[in-house]
């Protein structure tokens, strides 16, 4: 069961004001009776009509994974053109917008959708989801200074999440970190090296929760396999339900 102007939005006839308006204004009925604002409906149940029309059906729902390249936007448009996720889409594919962002200097896992919901449920910070990132820095960091990191950091007056780090490789001069996190504040891997003195040369996401990268290569697309999927939609259902 779902907010009647919810399921309306979802369902495209209008955006969640609007389809408050016409609730208040009488346009709405459910089962043959005059809708109320804020009552909850089952549309696989329910009879929802709007000015007398029945409700559209369900818009058909897209989920992609992207290996987004470096110098790439997270955004389906830029003024100062540069290549958006948008040049990577197929002519025929339906319009999708990424979930989050992922800076334009780092490269990895993108996830595209036209899934409203599970884009909400993936970057809501009251339900995060643990990413994976591979992350080049300068220099060898200390035990001390990646329990820190583990503890968490002083961002803008706000501290970070815990977060998992661990080494992976050494160099003379670079060491390569595996970070998992479940939030993403604006360059907040970046942010928080620089501040313990071992600045990012290279980040690259690896994983969003259940989904893997894998083998997909740089600059391709591919459908959410069936468990991927499934991970979304209890996601998904986690935020709708709470």
């Given at each position: 069961?779902?907010?009647?102007?919810?399921?309306?939005?979802?369902?495209?006839?209008?955006?969640?004001?609007?389809?408050?308006?016409?609730?208040?204004?009488?346009?709405?009925?459910?089962?043959?009776?005059?809708?109320?604002?804020?009552?909850?409906?089952?549309?696989?149940?329910?009879?929802?009509?709007?000015?007398?029309?029945?409700?559209?059906?369900?818009?058909?729902?897209?989920?992609?994974?992207?290996?987004?390249?470096?110098?790439?936007?997270?955004?389906?448009?830029?003024?100062?053109?540069?290549?958006?996720?948008?040049?990577?889409?197929?002519?025929?594919?339906?319009?999708?917008?990424?979930?989050?962002?992922?800076?334009?200097?780092?490269?990895?896992?993108?996830?595209?959708?036209?899934?409203g919901e599970l884009t909400l449920?993936?970057?809501?910070?009251?339900?995060?989801?643990?990413?994976?990132?591979?992350?080049?820095?300068?220099?060898?960091?200390?035990?001390?200074?990646?329990?820190?990191?583990?503890?968490?950091?002083?961002?803008?007056?706000?501290?970070?999440?815990?977060?998992?780090?661990?080494?992976?490789?050494?160099?003379?001069?670079?060491?390569?970190?595996?970070?998992?996190?479940?939030?993403?504040r604006n360059r907040q891997i970046?942010?928080?090296?620089?501040?313990?003195?071992?600045?990012?040369?290279?980040?690259?996401?690896?994983?969003?929760?259940?989904?893997?990268?894998?083998?997909?290569?740089?600059?391709?697309?591919?459908?959410?396999?069936?468990?991927?999927?499934?991970?979304?939609?209890?996601?998904?259902?986690?935020?709708?339900?709470?």
């Amino acid at each position: 069961m779902e907010r009647l102007q919810k399921i309306l939005a979802q369902r495209g006839v209008a955006a969640r004001r609007q389809a408050e308006d016409l609730i208040r204004r009488g346009q709405v009925r459910v089962n043959g009776s005059l809708a109320q604002l804020g009552q909850k409906c089952n549309p696989q149940v329910d009879e929802i009509t709007i000015r007398g029309q029945p409700l559209p059906p369900a818009p058909a729902l897209f989920y992609y994974l992207l290996h987004k390249p470096l110098g790439v936007v997270s955004t389906c448009a830029d003024p100062q053109g540069r290549p958006t996720v948008r040049d990577f889409l197929p002519p025929a594919c339906p319009p999708l917008h990424p979930v989050g962002r992922l800076d334009c200097d780092s490269s990895g896992a993108l996830l595209l959708t036209n899934d409203g919901e599970l884009t909400l449920a993936l970057t809501h910070p009251r339900h995060p989801v643990w990413k994976t990132y591979r992350v080049w820095v300068k220099g060898q960091p200390t035990a001390v200074d990646l329990s820190q990191w583990r503890r968490g950091m002083d961002l803008d007056g706000q501290p970070t999440l815990p977060a998992q780090v661990r080494i992976l490789q050494k160099t003379a001069h670079q060491t390569l970190l595996e970070i998992h996190l479940r939030e993403g504040r604006n360059r907040q891997i970046r942010r928080v090296a620089a501040q313990l003195g071992y600045p990012v040369l290279r980040l690259h996401r690896q994983a969003i929760g259940e989904i893997q990268l894998g083998a997909l290569p740089l600059g391709h697309l591919r459908p959410l396999t069936p468990p991927e999927q499934a991970f979304c939609q209890a996601v998904r259902g986690h935020i709708v339900l709470n």
